[in-house]
């Protein structure tokens, strides 16, 4: 249903703003992702920590998100991710305090993450947004942006992320038909939307 892609292609962006901006690749990075038990939010957890970031899954329910952190571990071998409860909004800020990434993956028309949520997380270099439904998932990132939205900060946009998305997913149909079977999952996915970026970076 387009969630492998949508997140492959939230990571490669914030993989590409990382590159661009002289923080270097994903590994050891510490990210946050908002709506984490989601499906784009466990792919977007699971190919992060694949690149050896150090991830954040906030979830309304702590079991659930523990089964899914859990699961994720044991897929890559290591504890590369752990859940923190929100269920109230003022629990994101605990969430978010010492991201340098943040990703936003809730469902349309969700805000996840106020201006004065982002104001209390000091490290955040690089903040991503898949919803480009009103409310939007990030106050003050508009769908199409893909640029500085505060001192220190780049924001990615749900419709920047679309256009990446929608690239890899053609070149997965091109490759699916080329081949007559065979598995195309997340992984691909995100190999795709991260050759794409490597080759705008190159």
């Known amino acids: 249903r387009g969630g492998y892609s949508t997140a492959a292609a939230a990571v490669a962006k914030t993989f590409g703003a990382s590159m661009e901006r002289g923080l270097g690749s994903l590994e050891g990075k510490k990210v946050t992702v908002l709506a984490g038990t989601g499906p784009v939010g466990q792919t977007a957890a699971r190919i992060y920590a694949a690149e050896k970031a150090d991830v954040t899954i906030s979830s309304r329910s702590l ?4 089964i899914v952190a859990d ?28 991201a340098e990434i943040i990703l936003a993956a809730g469902a349309g028309g969700i805000q996840l993450l106020t201006q004065a949520d982002l104001d209390q997380a000091p490290k955040c270099k690089i903040v991503g947004d898949i919803n480009a439904i009103k409310p939007l998932g990030v106050e003050g990132l508009g769908p199409n942006d893909d640029k500085e939205m505060k001192t220190g900060v780049w924001g990615i946009g749900a419709l920047a992320i679309g256009k990446l998305k929608i690239k890899t997913e053609v070149e997965m149909i091109k490759r699916a038909t080329a081949e007559p079977q ?11 939307a991260k050759d794409q970026i490597l080759k705008k970076l190159a």
Not at 63 to 66: T, V
Not at 76 to 98: F, L, N, Y
């Open 63 to 66: 079991a659930k998100g523990q």
């Open 71 to 98: 699961k994720i571990n044991k897929e890559c071998g290591a504890t590369r991710v752990k859940v923190v409860e929100v269920s109230k909004p003022e629990q994101t800020v605990q969430a978010i305090k010492d």
């Open 182 to 192: 065979g598995l195309f999952d997340y992984a691909i996915a995100y190999t795709i």
